[in-house]
């Protein structure tokens, strides 16, 4: 009984041209397979939270829900859509303080409270690029458990101000629902 590969079995001048052909088949499949993966229920903005405003606006927002992701932030971006922003989520209200490390990007900054509403803006951010971290902070004067960044100058385009509240459900992981409050 003659035991052979697909490889040894095959006529010696051939074994090149068989390999790279099976070598293109296996990743034409495997990228098959995985877009396929991907794309099953999901869509381009999976991941991203709607915030609308009081006038109707939708914002897609990312979530920077852990303490890595609330780390980095909008850090070493060059540019953020109009339509899109990153929603901060907290374990618990406190006067959470911003800087702009890192961030390339102008931006303004809506801290809210539990109930979603506006308790402070901070509008047209500049970026720091500072090497030392001497970068200003900012800081609401009331508590506030979720914070939006937005493009510099959307707040005033989307007519966003204290007092007004934003429409938005907070994605919750398994670690999270311990450590977080309810929406």
């Known amino acids: 009984m003659v035991s052979c590969t697909f490889w040894t079995c ?21 990228a098959a397979v995985q877009a396929r993966a991907g794309s099953e229920g999901q869509s381009p903005e999976q991941g991203l939270v709607p915030v609308t405003t009081p006038q109707g606006v939708t914002i897609l927002a990312e979530v920077a829900d852990t303490t890595e992701k609330r780390a980095r932030g909008l850090m070493f971006r060059d540019s953020l859509q109009e339509d899109r922003g990153m929603l901060f989520t907290f374990p618990e209200p406190q006067h959470w303080t911003f800087w702009m490390k890192n ?68 994605p919750h992981t398994a670690s999270d629902q311990r450590s977080r409050p309810s929406p």
């Open 10 to 30: 095959l006529p010696l001048p051939s074994r090149p041209l068989a390999r790279a052909a099976l070598a293109t088949t296996i990743i034409v499949l495997t």
């Open 103 to 170: 961030t390339r990007i102008a931006l303004d900054i809506i801290w809210m409270d539990r109930d979603k509403k506006i308790v402070h803006v901070e509008r047209n951010v500049p970026g720091c690029n500072r090497s030392d971290d001497g970068c200003p902070q900012y800081q609401p004067n009331e508590k506030a458990l979720y914070v939006l960044e937005l493009p510099a100058g959307r707040a005033d385009t989307l007519q966003v101000q204290r007092g007004a509240t934003l429409r938005f459900q907070v």
